[in-house]
């Protein structure tokens, strides 16, 4: 396969950032060359990007929305080729590959802003005078993604980006870029003008190059906290704005009232089993109260051990690889030094995954319980199939564990009490709470996080309102 970069609607594989040779991390093997930008390739994509925000709104609205719900449609129609880019991007299962789903609801649902993103007049003290607070795009917006699901920023950014009458510069990561050029080459499949969405691969080099491009009126990064921090102090150059959308070590409750053949379910497929682990929104602290832990481990280990594992392309398979050889070594070595400093103890999984599977980059999934929250084990996030349950002595015990953390995403309750549920949803410190439910963001309710999680917003009006920026407008009536 051949990844080349999007550019003004044209496609470029000469490039001054070369060429990335992507391997599949089922088998190890390449399965496509990726162009790379850099700076000169930044620099063409962010003018080119400008020019077109300047047709793009030019439309009027209602063609603004028009276009993006045949954009929607287009994502709806080439569902299972994008989910099949997704399985070779990152070899995520192609069972549950099917995330374009939500670019597609994402994108529905901010069409339908298009023609309503209006601000307010307001009472001045001017006699007849008139103040309007209005609400403008900013220009060109980057948007980062992260390599576990380019689509998802292209959903949670990229869709509310184009609403709000911006254009767009998407910087997939080199380690999966497929699914986004395609959504790319859709984009001027329905339409959109030349160069409003320009999708630029690029690894830390490139990337650094768009955040400093003076051209950027906004940066929205999806990814973790180290780089999120790389890129704030490199936007400090232009002042330029950064939405952050960070990673998460998620808790999750399970009460002694919970349905625990549910709870267990649930936690196998939030935790090590969903995506291996490479999740935001991986359940990666399982804080069980000390009546139900030893049924509910019991239960959770059991669903954990019997998801199908192999080829990401099996459509009967659940849980495949990590992404390359650097994550497993990294993965690996946090559980070797879990076990050999003690941090809980090792209930199934551990060990990399050999036979049929040993060119690819499989572990097992791996569950350790009895996990003091104070270690590393239970503090940084793994992102990989390792996660961690622990003991919890009372609802208290439970909220103080699942807060005593740096992040803040995700939180996950359990539990059949309706005033429990409200009680300890108010008292969790997370932008999201999910009660008896998967994390199942949806366009109608804002996604984001708290603390090191983040400070951005996706979903709802909130989402939108981060790619527009007030102006105050005074007419004096003499
Ligand atoms: P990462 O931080 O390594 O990379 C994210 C993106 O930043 C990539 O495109 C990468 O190429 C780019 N990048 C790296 N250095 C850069 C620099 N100096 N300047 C500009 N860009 C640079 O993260 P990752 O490994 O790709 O993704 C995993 C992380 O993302 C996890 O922490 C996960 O929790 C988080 N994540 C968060 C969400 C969310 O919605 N909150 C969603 C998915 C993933």
Not at 38 to 51: C, I, L, Q, T
Not at 257 to 286: E, T, Y
Not at 300 to 310: D, E, R, T, W
Not at 432 to 446: A, K, L, R
Request: proline share 5%.
């Amino acid at each position: 396969m051949n990844g080349a970069l999007l550019i003004g609607g044209d496609k470029v594989t000469t490039s001054s950032g070369g060429t990335y040779e992507h391997l599949f991390a089922g088998t190890g093997r390449p399965n496509a060359t990726i162009t790379i930008a850099g700076a000169a390739e930044m620099d063409a994509a962010v003018r080119s990007a400008a020019e077109a925000q300047r047709e793009w709104v030019s439309f009027p609205v209602d063609r603004r929305r028009d276009v993006l719900l045949d954009l929607a449609d287009a994502v709806r129609d080439h569902q299972a080729e994008l989910s099949e880019l997704n399985t070779h991007d990152y070899a995520v299962p192609i069972s549950m590959a099917g995330n374009s789903v939500l670019t597609e609801r994402f994108l529905r649902y901010y069409a339908g802003y298009a023609d309503k993103a209006h601000g307010l007049s307001t009472p001045v003290s001017g006699g007849f005078d008139v103040n309007l607070v209005e609400r403008e795009p900013y220009g060109v917006i980057g948007v980062i993604a992260p390599w576990n699901g380019a689509l998802v920023p292209v959903g949670l950014a990229v869709a509310p980006a184009l609403a709000a009458g911006n254009a767009v510069v998407l910087k997939p990561s080199e380690l999966a870029p497929l699914a986004a050029l395609r959504f790319g080459e859709l984009c001027l499949e329905v339409g959109l003008p030349a160069g409003l969405v320009n999708v630029v691969t690029a690894g830390a080099e490139g990337g650094d190059a768009l955040v400093r491009h003076p051209g950027i009126g906004k940066i929205h990064f999806t990814g973790g906290g180290g780089t999120a921090r790389t890129i704030l102090r490199a936007a400090t150059d232009n002042l330029t704005p950064v939405v952050t959308e960070l990673g998460g070590k998620n808790a999750l409750l399970v009460f002694d009232d919970a349905n625990l053949d549910g709870a267990a379910m649930l936690a196998a497929f939030q935790g090590p089993l969903g995506q291996a682990g490479q999740s935001c929104a991986c359940a990666s602290r399982i804080i069980v109260h000390h009546e139900v832990y030893d049924a509910f481990l019991e239960k959770f280990v059991a669903v954990v051990q019997s998801a199908p594992i192999g080829d990401p392309f099996d459509p009967q398979v659940m849980f495949g690889p990590v992404v390359t050889q650097g994550a497993a070594d990294r993965i690996l070595g946090v559980i070797d030094e879990a076990v050999d400093r003690k941090m809980g103890r090792l209930v199934t999984g551990g060990s990399r995954l050999g036979g049929d599977l040993a060119d690819g980059y499989f572990i097992e999934p791996t569950v350790f319980a009895d996990v003091d929250n104070a270690s590393p084990l239970a503090a940084i996030e793994t992102f990989g199939p390792v996660v961690s349950v622990l003991r919890a002595t009372d609802e208290d015990d439970a909220v103080r564990i699942a807060n005593d953390t740096t992040y803040g995403l995700n939180a996950f309750i359990q539990t059949n009490d309706l005033t429990r549920a409200h009680r300890v949803a108010r008292r969790l410190e997370s932008g999201s709470v999910w009660v008896n439910t998967f994390s199942d963001i949806q366009p109608q309710g804002p996604y984001g996080g708290y603390k090191q999680s983040g400070t951005g917003r996706a979903g709802g009006v909130e989402g939108l309102h981060e790619f527009l920026r007030i102006k105050n407008v005074r007419i004096g009536m003499g």
